[in-house]
């Protein structure tokens, strides 16, 4: 049915962290270090008339070599996992809940960067059964999806989350969004992707995997209603803007699309990320805070892409139905505390896609606020599944 796990084992996941530890905390402790006895030095001339002092010089050379001792000894140690895990010894980080939250967040953080240079800890856009990929054809579709039905609902998480963010709250609330989907005669569909990469990148690589899954599917489709948790709002509607042009075979998938739903997505961009950018170039302003400002910076595109959401260059899905839910942590949309902070990531207007002079990303869209509960409180809440239950019900209505 799936394919095998990916490479990337614990022993990759201990190499990558020495090397961290070299490239961020080893080198960013000696930077800062350096230049704040740098600065002291600087004052200490000023004060005794430019006399230079042995000892200050001594203790440069010393403090130099004990970092780059520390530096050595953590790269040898990096290359000499990356060796052994090269032998495919030691356990697979898919093969537990920890270390698939570990892949996913590192993917990211750094996903563009491990494409880059880990290529086999980068996790591959896939549908996703049992903690497994589905290799979107025909006989393994068949064989994960046996109750296949025409009609599907695509789910997409959000940065640094995986597949598995579609369970959180179960046991609270008693059910899951792909659960009560399925008991309405649709087919829940999870993918997983590399939230690290460009928005645009996993973009291109979402309208070529479904027009694949539409043409392996074991039944024909009929309709497909997209589903995005944060950042994979924003992926799906990057996804609509390469997916007009029609394939040679088959009916394309973008005329499939019937309702997209975006659950606490940053349509116009995310404070969060807005304010790690303006602390990054802050912090670089000073030898002293340089390094720490660099530590931002090893943030990821797909981090990066967030400070701004997408702008109106990227349109709407033609023939869709848009249901945009916001949340915020007061129980009144408008309270001055809810308006400002939202669900804590995401504001109720970026969520929209409406912006302070009144223009809408989303003309006709419907809206739904869910008030008092924060960005992750929108997996499986009980507002969303009320919701979500009336707009497949309209979707169906349509269905031929």
């Known amino acids: 049915m799936s394919s095998a796990a990916p490479g990337a084992s614990v022993l990759d996941a201990l190499s990558l962290l020495a090397q961290v530890a070299d ?3 080893v080198r960013s402790a000696r930077d800062t270090h350096l230049a704040i006895a740098d600065r002291v030095r600087c004052v200490t001339r000023k004060a005794t008339f430019g006399a230079s002092t042995v000892p200050e010089v001594a203790h440069r050379s010393i403090a130099s070599a004990v970092y780059a ?39 990211g953080l750094i996903g563009d960067r491990l494409l880059r240079e880990r290529p086999q800890m980068a996790i591959p856009l896939a549908v996703r059964v049992r903690h497994r990929d589905v290799e979107p054809d ?82 024909p489709v009929r309709r497909v209603v997209l589903v995005g948790h944060s950042m994979g709002g924003l992926v799906v ?24 739903v975006t659950l606490g997505t940053p349509h116009l961009g995310a404070p969060i990320a807005w304010g790690v950018g303006h602390g990054s170039r802050g912090l670089g302003l000073l030898p002293e805070t340089a390094a720490f400002g660099r530590i931002l910076d090893w943030r990821s595109q797909g981090v990066h892409d967030l400070v701004a959401g997408l702008t109106a260059d990227v349109p709407p899905w033609p023939h869709a139905r848009y249901h945009l839910v916001a949340a915020t942590l007061t129980r009144e949309q408008r309270h001055p505390v809810g308006d400002l902070v939202g669900d804590v990531l ?3 207007r970026s969520a929209y896609g409406r912006d302070r002079r009144g223009a809408e990303l989303f003309p006709g869209a ?10 992750f409180g929108l ?9 979500l239950g009336r707009w497949l019900d309209a979707a169906g209505a349509g269905r031929g």
């Not at 001792?69 to 356990?91: E, N, Y």
């Not at 537990?96 to 996913?104: D, E, K």
């Not at 997983?192 to 027009?211: D, F, I, K, T, Y």
């Open 23 to 25: 490239e961020v905390v």
């Open 237 to 260: 509607r990057a996804a609509g803007a390469v997916a007009a042009a029609p394939p040679e075979s088959g009916r394309p998938w973008a005329d499939l699309v019937s309702d997209v």
């Open 138 to 219: 025909p006989a393994p579709l068949a064989e994960a999806f046996p109750a296949a039905t025409g009609d599907l609902v695509v789910f997409l998480h959000g940065l640094c989350e995986s597949e598995e963010a579609w369970d959180l709250h179960r046991e609270s609330v008693g059910t899951t969004y792909g659960e009560a989907v399925a008991a309405r005669g649709w087919t829940p569909l999870f993918l997983r992707l590399n939230s690290g990469l460009p928005l645009r990148e996993n973009g291109v690589a979402l309208a070529a995997l479904m027009q694949r899954l539409v043409e392996a599917w074991p039944v």
């Open 379 to 387: 997996l499986n809440h009980p507002d969303v599944h009320a919701a």
């Open 346 to 348: 995401v504001r109720p």
């Open 69 to 107: 001792g520390i530096g050595a000894g953590l790269q040898v140690t990096s290359t000499g996992l990356d060796r052994l895990a090269a032998t495919g010894v030691g356990p697979r980080l898919e093969d537990h809940p920890r270390g698939r939250f570990l892949a996913s967040a590192v993917n």
């Open 366 to 375: 419907d809206v739904l606020h869910v008030g008092g509960t924060d960005h």
